[in-house]
């Protein structure tokens, strides 16, 4: 349980991405300290709006059964640039994404990801702001089979935080993860492929594996069609050569033989970064 007492001294912003990796760590900062966080700890859920419905659940869920507050927080254009929601007034339909977007005038690609660093990132860094601390403890859920985003994140400069990834330290793999949440009563309620969640996070995310997001065009084509109206209206796609209306016309016309096989997320197993 050492790996997982928060650091003294400092309060902290713990991330709760909604995802089994991240509820899995705070169960373990949860046992660590009794069952009872300290009061500067804080728990942080940003909703983008892109957020599949059973990943909001889950939040809520983990709040009720592990009897702690979780702060619901979305991205707002006007001061404070950030708004406090709960699970019935959470955005569903991509409303502060799509308000960012318009806000930019195009959309977040592979070189330009503002979106995880407004909607995620500086919205936490804005609320723990908001509640008069200066500098504090981020408390991420990087694994230790992800080493390469512990480095990367370790050699960035941050003004007020420091990182703290018990994960890592602990050197829980994305198995450990999964064979936690299959003892438990309760879990996410998306697919879980050997560890990984292909439907996790922003549901139609650029870093996604084309398979993934081809099958998120053919079960819930309602949502694709949310990312494609966004590169309509911009005239710019997420990912370069390749727009979404391509890709519904693509899975329009393919057979189901297209997709026996196992979808998968190319993308750090199928997480996305908070920073």
């Known amino acids: 349980m050492i790996h997982y007492k928060l650091p003294e001294g400092r309060p902290a912003a713990i991330q709760f991405s909604g995802g089994r ?4 760590m705070l169960h373990e900062i949860l046992k660590a300290h009794n069952g009872k966080l300290p009061d500067d700890a804080h728990v942080l859920f940003q909703n983008t709006g ?6 909001l659940d889950f939040v809520h869920e983990v709040g009720e059964r592990f009897g702690v507050k979780i702060t619901w927080l979305e991205f707002r254009e006007e001061p404070p640039r950030f708004a406090i929601v709960g699970h019935n007034s959470a955005a569903r339909n991509g409303e502060p994404f799509e308000a960012l977007i318009r806000k930019r005038r195009y959309v977040p690609n592979v070189v330009t990801r503002y979106c995880s660093d407004v909607l995620k990132y500086r919205t936490a860094k804005r609320y723990m702001l908001s509640l008069g601390y ?8 990087f694994r230790g089979d992800e080493m390469h985003r512990v480095v990367k994140m370790r050699a960035r400069r941050l003004s007020r935080e420091v990182a703290f990834m018990p994960m890592a330290g602990a050197g ?8 936690f949440w299959d003892a438990q009563m309760f879990d996410l309620r998306l697919m879980n492929i050997k560890g990984n969640t292909p439907l996790g996070n922003c549901d139609g995310c650029f870093l996604k594996s084309e398979k993934n997001l081809a099958n998120l065009c053919r079960n819930h084509p309602e949502k694709a069609d949310w990312w ?15 727009y979404w209306k391509q890709l519904i016309k693509a899975v329009e ?11 998968f997320c190319n993308n750090d197993f199928g997480t996305c970064e908070v920073y």
């Open 228 to 242: 494609k109206r966004m590169e309509d209206e911009t005239g710019a796609s997420f990912v370069k050569d390749r």
């Open 253 to 263: 016309n393919q057979h189901e033989m297209a997709f026996e096989n196992e979808t």
């Open 172 to 179: 829980v793999s994305k198995l450990d993860v999964k064979a």
């Open 134 to 141: 200066k500098k504090w403890t981020s408390v991420i859920g």
């Open 21 to 24: 990796t991240s509820g899995f």
């Open 50 to 55: 892109r957020e599949m419905p059973e990943t």
